[in-house]
Structures are given as structure tokens and as C-alpha cells.
């Protein structure tokens, strides 16, 4: 069993910055491939980015290639989002998820098992 725990969401003005963190419990962790996705309102859950498990290889969405960077902990069982000049698109819930049974990178949604409980990330103009 994994849990994950996001924090770090809020409200940043268009072309701030915002870190968001994902502590996860379990062994697995250091094992598994990590991912981030995003949900806005009245929207799909959407891939942001993803990283295999040992950090070696990112993958991001064209929407946030450039602005956004992946990376991970595997000493504190954690990744993160640091995310840069933000737009007002990038409002939405953001979600941390784990693919335990996957370390490489992975894009859909229904190649992770265990999910956050989201951060609410704002992004005002």
C-alpha cells in the first residue's frame, strides 16, 4: 500500500512560481516510475509529467515543457514540481501519482495505481 501526500498548492500571480511537494509512504517508492497530473474544472484529468525511478529520464506535456521540472528524492520518498512563469491555464488540481509496478515513465492515466488527494493550484492574471 502507498499513500501520497501533496502540499505546496496556492494562489501565484501569472509569471510566479510555485513548488509543489509529494511525500509518499511504502517501500515501494524508490522502485516505482512518479507522475503528475492536473485536473481544471469541468475538465479531464490531464498528464503534466512524469519521472522514471531514479530520475534519470523526464517526460512533460508540450503545455509546460520549459516551465515546469520534475524531479525526485528517493532518500526522503519524495517528488516534486517546481513550476515557473505560470499561466492562468495552469489553474487546476494538481495530483501526485505512483506506478509501482512500472518504473520507467509513464503518460495515461490508468498506468498508476495509487493517487494523491490533490493541491489546489490558482493562477491569477
Known amino acids: 500500500q502507498v499513500q501520497l501526500v501533496e502540499s505546496g498548492g496556492g494562489l501565484v500571480q501569472a509569471g510566479g512560481s510555485l513548488r509543489l511537494s509529494c511525500a509518499a509512504s511504502g517501500r515501494t517508492f524508490s522502485s516505482s516510475g512518479m507522475g503528475w497530473f492536473r485536473q481544471a474544472p469541468g475538465k479531464e484529468r490531464e498528464f503534466v509529467t512524469a519521472?522514471?525511478?531514479?530520475?534519470?529520464?523526464?517526460h512533460y506535456a508540450d503545455s509546460v515543457k520549459g516551465r515546469f521540472t520534475i524531479s525526485r528524492d528517493n532518500a526522503k520518498s519524495t517528488v516534486y514540481l517546481q513550476m515557473n512563469s505560470m499561466k492562468p491555464e495552469d489553474t487546476a488540481v494538481y495530483y501526485c501519482?505512483?506506478?509501482?509496478?512500472?518504473?520507467?515513465?509513464?503518460?495515461?492515466?490508468?498506468?498508476?495505481?495509487?493517487w494523491g488527494q490533490g493541491t489546489q493550484v490558482t493562477v491569477s492574471s
Open positions: 519521472i522514471n525511478w531514479s530520475g534519470s529520464r523526464t
Open positions: 501519482a505512483a506506478a509501482i509496478s512500472r518504473p520507467g515513465i509513464s503518460i495515461t492515466l490508468r498506468s498508476y495505481d495509487y
